[in-house]
């Protein structure tokens, strides 16, 4: 049975700060991964899909990456801001379903 | 613009009650979602439709039933039988199920409350 894991649960950063968001799942047999964001009380909005055939995505200031082989991806935000608090959530796409991970809860200070 | 409505934004019902929450979409996707989630839990699959008159259950469809007669709209029903049904529910939509390059587009969900 497919597994995510997102480790850390909840990471705190200053402003302008690079850092690193990791993602784990168990079975390389993926379509696809998704990068979400989530903010309090709100929906999600996708961020980046990596297909399976590929090894990373680029928007702005963020960068997601996908190694199958080793069961991993990790998100990069680039110069952190305040306004990128929110949940972090890495899904992977199995048949039709899609399986999330718990989220990393990020907080920017200024 | 296009998107995902879900509606209401809270809902409150009494314990023993049936509730449905509604769910349309103008994007013109095949496939719509239905998604729980809890405090500090990932995303749990309720059920899916691929297409209009289809749906399957997904990981915790006991306790939910939906529906699906037409393409925009993928309403749930929270029955009494579901155990702990107070969660914030999300509904999704993707182009096609089974596809490489097709994202999940997500409403703005649905905070139900049962006392």
């Known amino acids: 049975k497919q597994e995510v894991t997102q480790i850390p649960a909840a990471l705190s950063v200053p402003e302008g700060e690079n850092l690193v968001l990791n993602c784990s799942f168990t079975?390389?047999?993926?379509?696809?991964l998704q990068w979400f964001r989530q903010d309090p009380g709100k929906g999600l909005t996708s961020l980046l899909l990596i297909q399976s055939s590929q090894r990373e995505q680029t928007s702005g200031r963020l960068n997601a990456s996908l190694d199958k082989s080793s069961g991993r991806s990790t998100l990069y935000i680039a110069a952190s801001q305040p306004g990128d608090s929110a949940t972090y959530l890495c899904a992977v796409k199995e048949g039709g379903k899609l399986i999330f991970g718990q989220g990393t809860e990020l907080s920017v200070k200024p | 613009d296009g998107g995902i409505t879900q509606s209401p934004k809270y809902l409150f019902r009494k314990e023993g009650q049936n509730v449905t929450l509604s769910c349309e979409q103008n994007l013109n996707h095949d496939a719509m979602y239905w998604y729980r989630q809890d405090p500090g839990q990932g995303l749990r699959l309720i059920y899916y439709?691929?297409?209009?008159?289809?749906?399957q259950k997904g990981d915790i469809a006991e306790g939910y039933s939906v529906s699906r007669e037409k393409k925009e709209s993928f309403p749930l029903t929270v029955t009494s039988a579901q155990k702990n049904p107070t969660a914030f529910y999300l509904c999704?939509?993707?182009?096609?199920?089974?596809?490489?390059?097709?994202?999940?587009?997500f409403g703005n969900g649905t905070r139900l409350t049962v006392t």
């Open positions: 999704a939509s993707s182009i096609r199920l089974l596809s490489v390059d097709s994202p999940l587009h």
């Open positions: 439709s691929q297409i209009v008159n289809d749906f």
């Open positions: 079975d390389s047999a993926i379509y696809n």
